[in-house]
């Protein structure tokens, strides 16, 4: 088959999970035979320019894995990148004449109907219900359901990431979906080196959030709660703004009244792996996901995991016979996140206990071949 993806930042890149994901997909598929045209966003890495190396860096088209990335223009501005970015490809996507375009989140989902009109299958992965999200306004969150609207009434599949987005697709629109989770490989956890000359932290000295540093992910929260616990251990925030700069500098101003409280800032590489690897437990107290990788990470480095019961998370952890993997608070209770963490911080063998098995669990539950077998009977109309 011939396959385009339209909807990511960059691959490859580290700016959110959607990345991970098309980088995951189409690669894997090249490696099944079919050729894959990935259709990058021009301009900056949100989390800084000093973050754009290589997919910026080999200019306007080139070949990564097999996967053929060309660079279309975008209009940098809150909320024009992926509007700009979105068309330009979905027009240049057209001219190739694939098979399918598979389109990643709702906004870029607005441009799938050019698609449709041209005849071309077009499938849609909703990662999360985007309009929810606080750092987005009333014109941008108006684009954004007018994509998820697009996608539940013109794409030829739609693919959903959790039981609850799945359950809204059908009440909302009477539109049936595909289930189709992220995915995680196994990792060998590393000794603390970097992290250890950089911050001071060894292994099990830190409790660990890592994720896009913006309001729906509920580090307020955590920084709250943090501050009440009575513990020598260290808390570690890991992750950029992106587009979110005045809730960034309230979580700077915040954390810098604690001096346990290190703000790590963008992380990737071996410096990513160290954190994940050493941490003692790590948290991820969100309001709203579609379905966290960080989550999925950091279970495959024999992380116990402290998470919102928001269903996203909540169903990660939650095993299919039941069977929690993590523990989980009250969404938006700093008390209950407080206490939840403070048990943790005085019960090392709990920690212990969940962590033995996070890594098996998960790797075992959410296999990427497994879900590139299903996304590709997707393209075709076929039963997973």
Request: hydrophobic content about 40%.
């Amino acid at each position: 088959m011939k396959i385009a993806f339209i909807g990511h930042k960059r691959i490859p890149s580290r700016e959110g999970g959607i990345e991970i994901v098309v980088d995951e997909l189409a690669t894997r598929m090249v490696d099944r035979g079919h050729q894959v045209i990935a259709y990058n966003r021009s301009g900056h890495n949100v989390a800084g320019s000093e973050f754009d190396g290589v997919a910026n860096g080999h200019g306007k088209r080139f070949s990564y894995h097999g996967v053929n990335v060309v660079s279309v223009p975008t209009i940098e501005g809150k909320g024009l990148a992926a509007l700009s970015s979105s068309f330009f490809a979905t027009l240049q996507a057209i001219k190739a004449k694939p098979d399918v375009i598979h389109y990643h989140a709702e906004g870029p989902c607005v441009m799938l109907r050019l698609a449709h009109w041209a005849g071309i299958r077009t499938v849609a992965t909703i990662h999360g219900l985007d309009w929810q999200r606080a750092k987005w306004g009333k014109f941008a969150s108006m684009y954004l359901k007018l994509g998820e609207r697009t996608a539940a009434r013109c794409a030829d599949e739609v693919i959903v990431l959790s039981r609850g987005v799945q359950e809204y697709f059908q009440r909302t629109y009477g539109r049936s979906t595909r289930l189709i989770p992220n995915g995680i490989e196994p990792v060998e956890s590393v000794a603390a080196d970097l992290i250890a000359k950089k911050w001071g932290l060894v292994k099990d000295s830190y409790v660990l959030f890592l994720g896009r540093i913006v309001p729906e992910k509920g580090v307020h929260y955590l920084i709250d709660a943090f501050k009440r616990l009575d513990t020598g251990k260290r808390l570690v925030i890991a992750g950029g703004a992106s587009d979110s700069a005045e809730y960034y500098e309230s979580v700077r101003k915040a954390a810098g009244s604690d001096p346990r409280i290190v703000l790590a800032g963008f992380t990737q590489g071996a410096e990513l792996a160290e954190l994940y690897s050493n941490a003692y437990a790590y948290v991820l107290p969100s309001d709203l996901e579609g379905m966290p990788m960080s989550l999925l990470e950091a279970l495959s480095y024999g992380n116990c995991c402290l998470t919102s019961d928001i269903p996203e998370c909540a169903d990660v952890l939650r095993g299919e016979d039941g069977v929690m993997h993590g523990v989980t608070f009250r969404e938006g209770d700093v008390d209950d996140l407080a206490a939840r963490l403070q048990e943790l911080l005085d019960h090392p063998d709990t920690v212990a206990a969940f962590g033995k098995d996070a890594a098996a669990y998960v790797t075992g539950r959410y296999n990427w071949d497994a879900i590139t077998r299903q996304t590709l009977n997707t393209y075709k109309g076929e039963d997973q």
